[in-house]
């Protein structure tokens, strides 16, 4: 890894911070600033709520889909476990009569 990617991989740190500040104030003026910060704050806010809700659905439709897997699952099992008890009962029966 070079030194070109920590920064990118771990955010601005030191000058660039300093240089990302310089250049806000030059574009919005430092009054401006504090208002922008707390739109971005909220902004974020926001977007992890909806991410939260859309992760709260989205276990909720894990859970809705899981039970009737399950079901059916079961359901299938003990219908593989009959028709192995019912074809045993049948090889049994014909080898009897086999024998006879």
Do not use: Y
Not at 24 to 41: D, E, T
Not at 68 to 86: F, G, I, M, Y
């Amino acid at each position: 890894m070079n030194n070109m990617t920590l920064p990118v991989l771990f955010g601005p740190v030191g000058p660039e911070m300093l240089i990302i500040l310089g250049v806000l104030v030059l574009l919005f003026g430092a009054q401006r600033i504090p208002k922008l910060a707390n739109s971005v704050g909220r902004s974020l806010g926001s977007f992890k709520k909806g991410r939260q809700e859309v992760e709260d659905e989205l276990k909720e439709i894990e859970t809705e889909v899981k039970e009737p897997v399950t079901e059916v699952k079961s359901e299938v099992n003990e219908a593989s476990k009959e028709l192995e008890r019912e074809t045993e009962t049948a090889v049994n029966t014909v080898e009897e009569t086999i024998e006879k």
